[in-house]
């Protein structure tokens, strides 16, 4: 085994004991939270390591990253997740390798991501970014909409050929009545979820949660968490 793979491994192991003590608190079955493993600034080498270790579920934040690394990957039977703020001049690249965009917010974004889609015959899962620093009918400084405006973002996703709404995310805020309660944030994320199910009950995914954060995450009733840090270690600076 190499040194990467070993410490790829040791690491996972970690994280996997850290969401079964999660459930275990919560009263929740392990097999209800997936683990999405963020590979960005890794190279594709890792997520080939990662798939060995039987991770399936990988995302990235950036196209240009993103794009040539899944190529790389194809091979592979994994899930793409795109989780960074998207541009519509992307939408066309990421949609030929993302399965599911957890950062839809604003209808623009909704247009592209369907002509694309559709275009490529495939469809896309979509999740609606929820900004919980983001004042009404705003967007929040990490991007995503206030709580006011996801159901009318939503019924756009869903009625939009190529795409499948999918559910909601979010981000720990850094700012605004949030800033450092993570959990409460993800309580109140669960509370526009529930929302949101009684309009669309397919929309059942909760993306929440990131290293620092998945405890809070999986006892506020995220379906998805989203790691890095804690499986590939401390990132290089961004190029």
């Given at each position: 085994?190499?040194?990467?793979?070993?410490?790829?491994?040791?690491?996972?192991?970690?994280?996997?004991?850290?969401?079964?003590?999660?459930?275990?608190?919560?009263?929740?079955?392990?097999?209800?939270?997936?683990?999405?493993?963020?590979?960005?600034?890794?190279?594709?080498?890792?997520?080939?390591?990662?798939?060995?270790?039987?991770?399936?579920q990988v995302a990235e934040n950036r196209d240009q990253d993103a794009a040539p690394k899944a190529a790389a990957c194809a091979d592979l039977s994994l899930t793409w997740h795109f989780v960074g703020q998207l541009q519509t001049n992307?939408?066309?690249?990421?949609?030929?390798?993302?399965?599911?965009?957890?950062?839809?917010?604003?209808?623009?974004?909704?247009?592209?991501?369907?002509?694309?889609?559709?275009?490529?015959?495939?469809?896309?899962?979509?999740?609606?970014?929820?900004?919980?620093?983001?004042?009404?009918?705003?967007?929040?400084?990490?991007?995503?909409?206030?709580?006011?405006?996801?159901?009318?973002?939503?019924?756009?996703?869903?009625?939009?050929?190529?795409?499948?709404?999918?559910?909601?995310?979010?981000?720990?805020?850094?700012?605004?009545?949030?800033?450092?309660?993570?959990?409460?944030?993800?309580?109140?994320?669960?509370?526009?979820?529930?929302?949101?199910?009684?309009?669309?009950?397919?929309?059942?995914?909760?993306?929440?949660?990131?290293?620092?954060?998945?405890?809070?995450?999986?006892?506020?009733?995220?379906?998805?968490?989203?790691?890095?840090?804690?499986?590939?270690?401390?990132?290089?600076?961004?190029?």
């Amino acid at each position: 085994m190499t040194d990467r793979r070993a410490e790829l491994a040791a690491n996972l192991a970690r994280v996997e004991e850290r969401i079964a003590t999660a459930c275990d608190a919560a009263g929740r079955d392990r097999k209800d939270v997936t683990l999405v493993v963020v590979t960005k600034t890794y190279p594709a080498s890792d997520v080939r390591l990662l798939s060995e270790l039987g991770v399936r579920q990988v995302a990235e934040n950036r196209d240009q990253d993103a794009a040539p690394k899944a190529a790389a990957c194809a091979d592979l039977s994994l899930t793409w997740h795109f989780v960074g703020q998207l541009q519509t001049n992307k939408v066309r690249s990421v949609v030929g390798y993302a399965d599911v965009v957890h950062s839809v917010d604003r209808l623009r974004l909704v247009g592209a991501l369907s002509t694309a889609a559709a275009a490529r015959g495939r469809e896309v899962g979509c999740l609606v970014q929820v900004a919980l620093d983001a004042e009404s009918g705003t967007q929040g400084s990490r991007g995503g909409v206030a709580p006011d405006v996801v159901d009318g973002l939503a019924d756009a996703i869903a009625a939009a050929p190529g795409l499948r709404l999918d559910g909601l995310m979010t981000v720990a805020p850094l700012e605004g009545p949030y800033r450092g309660q993570p959990r409460a944030a993800f309580d109140r994320l669960a509370e526009i979820a529930s929302g949101l199910r009684a309009a669309h009950p397919a929309a059942t995914m909760v993306s929440a949660g990131m290293s620092a954060d998945l405890e809070q995450a999986v006892a506020a009733g995220a379906t998805h968490v989203r790691v890095g840090t804690a499986v590939l270690g401390v990132r290089p600076g961004l190029r």
